[in-house]
Every structure is written in structure tokens, then in C-alpha cells.
T-cell receptor
Framework: NAGVTQTPKFQVLKTGQSMTLQCAQD?????MSWYRQDPGMGLRLIHY???????DQGEVPNGYNVSRSTTEDFPLRLLSAAPSQTSVYFC?????????????FGEGSWLTVV | KNEVEQSPQNLTAQEGEFITINCSYS?????LHWLQQHPGGGIVSLFM?????KKHGRLIATINIQEKHSSLHITASHPRDSAVYIC??????????WGAGTKLIIKP
């Protein structure tokens, strides 16, 4: 049981490049989400999914795409990287967000856009 | 004004001290979470509570729903407790609102 696996851990991109952050969980969780963490701010929700085939936008979705073709995987795509997307990204999952369900996080992905 | 406010932002204490981190919120919630983020980034859930008090080892979390306030206490603090402690609340439609975190440093 690996929990939430997030890759890559570190990435440097040039402005305009695209890339995909991978997230996989092996706990059969329905709810998965992507956050970005910037200095002095709380985690901000980018996109989330409540099950395979269902995704929705969070607080800061612009410049990012997601898909959920399987329960296990929830990749985050940066379409055309911008310096403003330099951040630490976290994938999280839980069985649901109803009270009583623990949230599990990946180890984080440090992304720098130059 | 942020909907979830944590205080203090930074806290430095000596080993053995009793630590209190506060979280205030301004929205209706169904649950409140305390999480710990160690240097290097990993985030771990410590507590989820909707009323009263929970204890795990040297960590105690309390919540006062009427006052919209929660505290995280650490007894007999140790350098390994050094981390960022994050408060988050679950609101309607089960979404989360996050505090900015409290950076705790425990000196030997």
C-alpha cells in the first residue's frame, strides 16, 4: 500500500512548455484533488474529482487541466507554463470529504518556471 | 479577510515547553482538520474534529463551535515537533478552506 504517489518531485520548465504532474493512489479513494502551496498562503485548490470521469474546478484552475479516467490516477497538466505557476504542488486523496475521512497527501512536486 | 486565520504565524520555543497554536474561522463548518508539514514538504493529517477534544500522544486538539475557534496543544515539546502546523475547515459541499500555517521551531 503506497498511499499517494506523486511525480516528479522536482521540475524546471521554460515559459511556454507543457508538462504533466502525475498522481496515483492505491486506496480506492473516490475523492482526489490538486493544490498549490505558495509562501505565506494556505493551500489553494486547483481542480478536484469525486470519482472516475468527474472533475471540477477549484479556486485557481486557470492554466491547468485534469482528467480522471481511472479511480487510481489524477494527472495535472500545465498547458503553457508561466512563471506565476512556480509553486509546490500537492495531490491529495480521501475516501470522501465527509467528516471522519482522513486526507492523504503526496510528497509534493516543486515546480520552477523560468 | 481570510476565512481561516491561524496564530501565531511563527513560534519558537525551548524543548519541554507547552505549545499552543490557534485557529479561528468565520464560516459554518462540518469539521476542522489539523495537519503537520515537515521540512521537505510531506503533509500528514493529525486530527479531524467536529466537537470537543481529541488527544494523540503529546498532541491535543480542541474546538469551540460557538466561538469558531480551535487550538492545537503540544505538551513536553521536542525538536522533532518542529514543523508547519496547518488548520483547515470542511465547509458546505465538503470543500476545504486552508489556513496559512504556523511555523513551529523547538530549540534543544
Amino acid at each position: 500500500n503506497a498511499g499517494v504517489t506523486q511525480t516528479p518531485k522536482f521540475q524546471v520548465l521554460k515559459t511556454g512548455q507543457s508538462m504533466t504532474l502525475q498522481c496515483a493512489q492505491d486506496m480506492n479513494h473516490e475523492y482526489m484533488s490538486w493544490y498549490r502551496q505558495d509562501p505565506g498562503m494556505g493551500l489553494r485548490l486547483i481542480h478536484y474529482s469525486v470519482g472516475a470521469g468527474i472533475t471540477d474546478q477549484g479556486e485557481v484552475p486557470n492554466g491547468y487541466n485534469v482528467s480522471r479516467s481511472t479511480t487510481e490516477d489524477f494527472p495535472l497538466r500545465l498547458l503553457s507554463a508561466a512563471p506565476s505557476q512556480t509553486s509546490v504542488y500537492f495531490c491529495a486523496s480521501s475516501y470522501s470529504l465527509a467528516p471522519g475521512n482522513t486526507i492523504y497527501f503526496g510528497e509534493g512536486s516543486w515546480l520552477t518556471v523560468v | 479577510k481570510n476565512e481561516v486565520e491561524q496564530s501565531p504565524q511563527n513560534l519558537t520555543a525551548q524543548e519541554g515547553e507547552f505549545i499552543t497554536i490557534n485557529c479561528s474561522y468565520s464560516v459554518g463548518i462540518s469539521a476542522l482538520h489539523w495537519l503537520q508539514q515537515h521540512p521537505g514538504g510531506g503533509i500528514v493529517s493529525l486530527f479531524m474534529l467536529s466537537s470537543g477534544k481529541k488527544k494523540h500522544g503529546r498532541l491535543i486538539a480542541t474546538i469551540n463551535i460557538q466561538e469558531k475557534h480551535s487550538s492545537l496543544h503540544i505538551t513536553a515539546s521536542h525538536p522533532r515537533d518542529s514543523a508547519v502546523y496547518i488548520c483547515a475547515v470542511t465547509i458546505a459541499n465538503y470543500q476545504l478552506i486552508w489556513g496559512a500555517g504556523t511555523k513551529l521551531i523547538i530549540k534543544p
